[in-house]
């Protein structure tokens, strides 16, 4: 409805402008008013438009959503959703040829989530630079270390794994 009144008013200025000669100075000043309405107007609506309340609960450090591997014409696409409550997180895909000992193939500096929203953080491995077949995330962080579930790609390189 407030619409419908905003796009009646341009229409009458609309009309007075073609009937009243005004100048350029007073037109700006009139199309600055009608934008200001239109964007008092929208913004109202959309206030209006909420109706269900959240209560927002206290959130753990960080929450791996999901942890994905794909191999495709050698190369290892690595992708993590994460939510983070917390900042100076460090990301470390390791490999390892037997499951125990794993080296450091990539990293990535981890960020604060916006608003509790989950983060995707992506990796790109060239099998060429590395033989090893079983992977995992090191999450490195000022109080603790811990690591994700592996992905094995031991037992056969064209299939896509999913740890959740």
């Known amino acids: 409805m407030k619409i ?8 009458r200025l609309y009309i007075m402008k073609i009937s009243i000669q005004l100048n350029p100075l007073k037109q700006a000043i009139i199309a600055s008013i009608i934008a200001i309405l239109l964007l008092f107007a929208t913004n109202k609506l959309r206030a209006q438009a909420v109706v269900n309340k ?3 609960e206290p959130t753990l450090e960080y929450i791996v959503k999901q942890f994905t591997a794909k191999y495709i014409q050698n190369k290892f696409y690595f992708k993590f959703l994460i939510q983070e409550n917390r900042e ?10 037997d499951g125990v000992n794993f080296n450091e193939v990539a990293t990535k500096e981890g960020v604060k989530s916006p608003n509790s ?9 060239d099998d060429t630079t590395t ?7 090191k999450i490195t962080s000022r109080e603790e270390v811990t690591y994700s579930n592996l992905l094995d ?5 064209d299939q896509t794994l999913v740890n959740k």
């Open 4 to 11: 419908e009144k905003v796009i009646n008013n341009i229409q």
């Open 54 to 56: 959240v209560t927002f």
């Open 88 to 97: 100076d997180v460090d990301y470390a895909l390791e490999s390892s040829f």
């Open 117 to 125: 929203q989950p983060l995707l953080y992506c990796f790109i491995i």
């Open 131 to 137: 033989s090893d077949r079983i992977f995992r995330v």
């Open 153 to 157: 790609f031991s037992s056969a390189t």
